[in-house]
């Protein structure tokens, strides 16, 4: 598929960084404000996932339901996401129509009206939302363990937010909010598919006029100092648990290291976690590893859910293969497996212009420059086995792990360090 990346920074600070894609008839584009609930204080928790909503409300010149058609009527789709650290808005369209994109998704961000109706309305939206979260265990564990793993500091946070945070926001916060942080220097547009750099420089020029401002700083994240333990009782038939540590940031030397070790213990049917707890013992239905990478620190992950007279057996196994990794290198032929998963993932992701758009934003955003999927391949090839094993010791530190279950059993009834 044949591609190139250009980037260009405009006065205000705006960064554009696109992709050519000669070999398809789409685009996809995505206006990212580097922005998320990490950045939200006391007043402010879940805003910045209910001002995405807002943006999807209604302009001076469209109503809520024209947004969404002026964009379909062309056989194109319109979404947007809140992560911890970005905001995204973006599009996919036949490449004639990027203009028309463009101009929705920047009449979206610079005309959004935030009629107290509509915004009265969207809150009772994501409350629905946060109940919905609330039924499902396995979306609730993962915000309870980010809470207790951040202790309190801004990573902690609920993307959505608590019920009674959204019950008392104001219309003010919201738009306080917009104006603190919606500027050109902490916005991304980032295109990628069949179109022309330089002539998306000129339509982005056009039509987004954010304000100018600084690029914003991160707010401290506080790694866990000890190990803990927590457990939420509810009246649930399993029992979801993660097992978590700190690991490493986005741009760390280890990255891909620790990404070996993601796939190596939970990251397919065949990954050792699965095979040992699931497959040969039954234990758990889901059980696997997850790698977050966010622009100063990360974390490493084991989930898993079972019924609570197994919890004990897996938990057991679990540090069982987390503790071999941190004595004995891989094999060479299970180091050949995980860089091939890891090649393999990143190509799947290149497929679709969706996936080098987020690519290419992500990389701008956390490195601030673009590595092609020849350098990383090049970097994933350079893996050893030594690599992994210093990963391992440097993320599975049993002194500051953080345990955490929901479900029907309380701290007594297990025991994750023995």
């Avoid at 319109?78 to 992560?83: D, G, I, K, Y």
């Avoid at 993307?159 to 603190?180: N, P, Q």
């Avoid at 500027?183 to 547009?189: D, G, I, Q, R």
């Avoid at 699965?274 to 974390?299: C, H, M, N, P």
């Amino acid at each position: 598929m044949g591609s190139s990346v250009k980037k260009t920074v405009l006065p205000s600070g705006l960064r554009i960084v696109s992709e050519k894609i000669t070999s398809i008839r789409s685009v996809a584009i995505g206006i990212w404000v580097d922005v998320g609930s990490r950045d939200e204080s006391e007043g402010q928790l879940g805003v910045s996932h209910l001002i995405e909503h807002m943006h999807f409300k209604g302009t001076r010149k469209r109503s809520a339901s024209k947004v969404a058609e002026d964009i379909e009527r062309l056989g194109g789709s319109l979404n947007a996401f809140t992560t911890r650290e970005q905001t995204c808005y973006y599009a996919r369209t036949l490449d004639e129509h990027l203009p028309e994109a463009i101009d929705v998704l920047s009449d979206m961000l610079m005309n959004s009206t935030f009629t107290p109706t509509n915004f009265k309305r969207e809150k009772k939206v994501v409350l629905e939302e946060i109940k919905e979260n609330d039924d499902t265990p396995s979306e609730v564990v993962h915000d309870i363990f980010a809470e207790k793993f951040w202790g309190g500091s801004s990573l902690s946070h609920a993307i959505l937010g608590g019920a009674s945070d959204i019950e008392k926001m104001t219309r003010k916060t919201a738009l306080d909010y917009v104006k603190d942080h919606y500027n050109a220097s902490n916005v991304v547009v980032s295109v990628s598919g069949n179109m022309d750099h330089d002539k998306l420089v000129s339509l982005v020029k056009r039509k987004l006029k954010f304000p100018k401002g600084s690029l914003a700083k991160t707010k401290e994240a506080l790694y866990p100092t000890k190990a803990k333990v927590h457990a939420v009782e509810r009246d649930i038939a399993q029992t979801h648990f993660i097992l978590g540590f700190p690991s490493v940031q986005f741009d760390h030397k280890l990255r891909f290291a620790a990404l070996c070790l993601n796939f190596y213990l939970g990251g397919g049917m065949s990954s050792v976690l699965f095979q040992e707890v699931r497959e040969k013992r039954g234990l758990a239905y889901s059980i696997y590893t997850f790698q977050d990478f966010y622009r100063d620190v990360g974390t490493f992950g084991v989930c898993f859910s079972s019924d609570a007279k197994n919890v004990q057996q897996s938990l057991d196994l679990i540090l069982k293969r987390l503790r071999k990794v941190k004595t004995t290198k891989l094999a060479e032929s299970d180091m050949r497996k995980v860089r091939a998963q890891i090649k393999g993932s990143l190509t799947f992701s290149m497929e679709s212009a969706t996936g080098r758009m987020n690519r290419l934003a992500r990389h701008e955003l956390m490195l601030g420059k673009y590595n092609s999927l020849k350098k990383s391949f090049a970097l994933v090839d350079k893996l050893t086995a030594s690599d992994v094993l210093n990963a391992a010791q440097f993320i599975f530190d049993e002194s500051r792990m953080i345990a955490v279950s929901l479900g029907p059993i309380a701290v007594k009834d297990f025991s994750p360090g023995k």
